[in-house]
């Protein structure tokens, strides 16, 4: 077995431990925020978060699992993807949570990649689209992740508000990212947590050519930082999280290399 493959595999027994005698163990109450808290930029690699106003319906107004779309997963999917980041590479990466920011503070461009969550239910607005559009162009990455079916949709109708010009277009084993740091040849095989519809993975690109910096990726139809979440409980194998968090490291690397 590949060094950093055998390495990444037991980081994730180590991040809980016990997998599946932790199975049906109660989740960490929901966190606000100002609980959790944002750190001030001191040159580390920091997990950020992106929130949004999104229409309550069934979500409950605090944050965390159950609560606002944007922070499905929080906190632990990053805490968890953290420690694997700075076990594994060189980076300096704070490991106790993640900054939480508006899509339009000014805060966003200290930090290199941003992730949503739970797109489908975003609304852009004004400020956003203005704010977004400059950060990409100066070179943030971004990571939709967490959504399925029609949201991909809203996604795209969300962005077309910022980048208009931009043109979405599917990645196969041969993109670049996929090769940042992990080999992925077939990123389509690893499924949802949840099952359901095929996952694929789409990507916008400067002047929409794929030889230039990718600028964002949509992973559709899966939801990579479920399987952050519970990577210590033992509700999915250990090579399915193993390969999510693979996801993860190559998207920063990638990130931070180009």
């Known amino acids: 077995m590949p060094r950093r493959l055998l390495l990444l595999v037991v980081l994730i027994a180590l991040v809980g431990g016990a997998a599946f005698a932790q199975r049906g163990r109660s989740r960490r109450p ?20 992106l929130k949004y106003n999104a229409s309550f319906g069934r979500w409950g107004n605090w944050i965390g699992d159950g609560g606002l779309p944007w922070s499905h997963d929080y906190p632990d999917g990053e805490i968890h993807f953290s420690k694997i980041l700075e076990e594994l590479t060189f ?70 508000v910022a980048l208009p ?23 389509e095989t690893l499924a949802a947590p949840y099952g359901g519809l095929p996952p694929s993975y789409w990507g916008l690109y400067e002047n929409n050519d794929p030889r230039r910096r990718l600028m964002a990726i949509a992973n559709v139809n899966n939801d990579i930082s479920e399987y952050w979440q519970f990577s210590d409980t033992g509700i999915a194998p250990v090579d399915l999280t193993n390969e999510a968090y693979k996801f993860g490291v190559n998207y920063v690397i990638y990130a931070l290399t180009h």
């Open 165 to 187: 010009e931009a043109r979405w277009q599917e990645l196969d084993g041969t993109a670049r990212v996929f090769h940042a740091f992990f080999e992925i040849p077939d990123p």
């Open 30 to 49: 929901a966190l606000d925020v100002e609980v959790q808290g944002n750190t001030p930029y001191d040159g580390r690699f920091v997990f950020v978060r």
């Open 91 to 160: 980076l300096d990466t704070r490991t106790d949570g993640s900054n939480i920011l508006a899509i339009d503070d000014p805060e966003l461009f200290n930090y290199p990649v941003a992730y949503m969550a739970e797109p489908g239910h975003w609304g852009i607005t004004p400020p956003e689209a203005a704010a977004l559009r400059k950060y990409v162009l100066k070179g943030g990455f971004l990571i939709f992740d967490d959504f399925r079916g029609r949201d991909w949709e809203n996604l795209q109708d969300q962005m077309r």
